[in-house]
């Protein structure tokens, strides 16, 4: 009797098992129990432990099968992750429809309307129908190879179940649903961890272990809704191509033949969202055909065809228990007001920002004050107004508070608080107060930084009062003995942050730059600084070498770059100049930090916007003020950070100050953000 072809059994039992994936995870409808699943598995199992030559990327068995990374390695999107424009009312998604139909020069234009899914955006490649590489969406350009995390979620096909020749790439949320949340938040509080804030802080952490089996454990979904490779007429064909794929895409998606039919569905998502078991922010509204999205085409990093609907920020009303004071990394003392806990957008809040004394005076806010905060997404809490005193038999309660006033002395070091003329911010002056170090470590380890995951405030505070750390860079000299031998860290959360503080050895050159926290520098010039370095020096230059040209840079050579004028030229030389900035740099040097250079920017087109200096203040509701200046810069223009007789427009949102008066004083032109998007249309034709 010949001997079975092992081949042979286990193409059947990984086709039976990817089948079986499939319809648990994609369809929702399983034709086999678990127990069934677990035999095959466990058959699968065998067969390749017999023999490993046989095992192969795509086995199901493989899906938690890497060992645990010390680092995630950049990897720049084959085509760019773009943001979205944003509606915030009825009037914005009515005026994006209007421009729609006037780029087009038709009335008829169908949409497509997709829930905002509340998680981690990412990005996976396909080469010939196979799974090849999972990156996270970084910065729109350059993200983090996550591909062996990515592979341990079961919604996310090794294989596709058609073959695609060549590379497809597929961008969807991972997200994490309701309960998975909940039961993870349950077992960090167990382990004395600090919960997570929201679902997407959850998944975005998961998507990120260093280990993949940790990654596994969080029970991670996915919903998918573009790509760039396959040939279609519409996105909702699209859509429907991506499930024929074996690829997962949310249910809750409405053709609409016009804007009215756009709206109801806002309307009617509006409320039923809170019934979904995975989190959502607002409505995706793209055009439909493909052909009038290549009409309407891109601004800068968002697609004119698209906008985000984001759901109104969300309200309560709580007691202001107390106002104190945080001092920041630059020693701005900023009021906050201490609040009785109450639950806002799915999250507990206790703190809300005042932003500063002119704030405080504006909306007359004390102790004792009923109050309305809000919180949209990741905003910080604010006080958006007082609540008018209750009035009970003629008397007025609670009792108010006194009027707030500004302390005289740090709350932190005592050491004295500076108010400049003309200027808005109170300031420590005292160049050792322990709050601005630890706020500048802070920081240094952000989202726009070097982004190291789980060093807080609390971390922060203990290695600093045990010595272990004095300025950033000390972070990276840190053992995990010595994380061990801190308050609540166990083997398994040392290691984890060990492991997270070493991976944030490799990253882009311009978080690194902003990460210093350079005085007058923000991300926009932090972006510029880069690509002025990365003009200068060969791609794989080493940190001592960028240091090096920019220590050697002359003011002059410093203003000859968009962006930046005199008064930040010399905030720049300064800094690389001071003896203990130039020490810190050093010892970023010494601990193997590696600087990942831009990528060349192609020409600027010529246009109304061309040369122009532009500043921007206040509050931006369409987009972040980050977006505002790389769109403007791709335009053309030089976005700067302070208003001089050089500055050619200043876009002024709710809540401008200083900037604005001086631009009326110089006669510089300002617009508010509705005549800046008009600009930008107008740009645009």
Request: aromatic share 6%; hydrophobic share 40%.
């Amino acid at each position: 009797m010949p001997t079975p072809d092992p081949r042979k059994r286990l193409a059947e039992l990984r086709e039976q098992l990817e089948t079986a994936n499939y319809e648990y995870y994609i369809l929702d409808a399983p034709t086999i129990d678990d127990f069934a699943y677990d035999a095959l598995l466990r058959e699968l199992q065998d067969l390749e432990t017999k023999d490993p030559a046989l095992v192969t990327p795509e086995s199901p068995t493989q899906r938690v099968g890497a060992p645990p990374s010390n680092r995630f390695a950049p990897v720049e999107h084959a085509h760019p992750m773009l943001s979205l424009s944003n509606a915030f009312d009825e009037t914005d998604v009515r005026a994006f429809d209007q421009r729609i139909r006037k780029a087009l020069r038709r009335e008829d234009v169908g949409y497509v309307c997709e829930l905002k899914i509340d998680g981690l955006a990412i990005d996976l490649a396909y080469v010939d129908g196979r799974f090849s590489q999972g990156a996270t969406r970084g910065d729109g350009f350059v993200g983090e190879d996550v591909t062996a995390n990515l592979r341990t979620i079961k919604s996310i096909p090794l294989t596709l179940r058609e073959t695609v020749p060549g590379r497809v790439d597929i961008r969807g949320e991972v997200y994490l649903p309701t309960a998975a949340f909940e039961a993870t938040n349950r077992e960090r509080l167990e382990r004395e961890e600090a919960p997570f804030a929201n679902p997407r802080n959850a998944a975005a952490g998961a998507v990120r272990q260093l280990d993949p089996a940790q990654t596994a454990k969080r029970n991670l979904a996915i919903w998918v809704y573009s790509a760039a490779g396959l040939a279609v007429e519409s996105q909702h064909a699209l859509l429907a191509r991506l499930r024929v794929l074996g690829l997962r895409t949310n249910p809750n998606v409405r053709q609409a033949k016009d804007i009215e039919a756009v709206l109801a569905f806002i309307a009617e998502w509006a409320t039923k969202r809170h019934d979904l078991d995975y989190g959502t922010d607002g409505i995706v509204i793209k055009v439909d055909r493909v052909a009038d999205q290549d009409v309407l085409g891109f601004v800068s990093r968002s697609p004119r065809w698209a906008v985000a609907y984001k759901f109104p920020a969300e309200q309560a009303t709580t007691t202001v228990e107390d106002i104190k004071v945080s001092v920041g990394r630059t020693g701005v003392l900023t009021p906050v007001a201490w609040l009785a806990p109450v639950l806002v957008g799915g999250t507990t809040v206790r703190r809300a920002t005042l932003h500063n004394l002119d704030e405080v005076k504006r909306l007359d806010v004390r102790v004792g004050d009923r109050v309305i905060i809000q919180r949209a997404g990741d905003v910080i809490p604010e006080v958006v107004r007082v609540e008018p005193p209750l009035v009970r038999k003629g008397r007025r309660t609670p009792t108010r508070g006194p009027e707030f006033t500004m302390p005289e002395r740090c709350p932190v070091c005592d050491g004295p608080v500076e108010h400049r003329e003309g200027e808005v911010a109170y300031r420590c002056v005292n160049s050792i107060c322990p709050a601005k170090t630890g706020q500048r470590i802070g920081h240094f380890v952000s989202r726009g930084g070097f982004d190291i995951e789980g060093v807080g405030s609390a971390l922060v505070e203990q290695l600093q009062s045990r010595s272990l750390v004095t300025d950033p860079a000390d972070l990276f000299f840190l053992t995990k003995e010595q994380l061990l031998g801190l308050d609540r860290f166990a083997e398994k959360s040392a290691t984890n942050i060990y492991e997270r503080i070493q991976s944030a050895k490799q990253r882009p050159l311009a978080r690194i730059i902003n990460a210093l926290g350079i005085p007058q520098v923000g991300w926009s010039t932090s972006e510029d600084l880069a690509q002025w370095v990365a003009a200068k020096l060969p791609a794989d230059a080493s940190l001592a070498q960028v240091f090096d040209l920019l220590r050697g840079a002359s003011v002059e050579d410093l203003q000859s770059i968009g962006g930046v004028g005199a008064k930040v030229a010399d905030a720049i030389s300064g800094h690389f100049a001071d003896a203990a900035e130039i020490a810190l740099m050093d010892k970023l040097v010494r601990a193997d930090v590696v600087p990942v250079l831009p990528a060349a920017k192609a020409e600027t087109p010529a246009g109304p916007f061309a040369g122009k200096s532009i500043v921007f203040t206040g509050t931006l509701e369409r987009r972040s003020r980050e977006d505002a200046e790389a769109l403007v810069r791709t335009l053309g223009a030089k976005p700067t950070g302070s208003v001089s007789a050089k500055t050619d427009l200043l876009v002024a949102g709710p809540g401008a100050g200083t900037k604005l008066e001086k631009a009326k004083q110089l006669g510089v032109k300002v617009v508010d953000e509705e005549g800046f998007e008009a600009m930008l249309i107008a740009a645009q034709r």
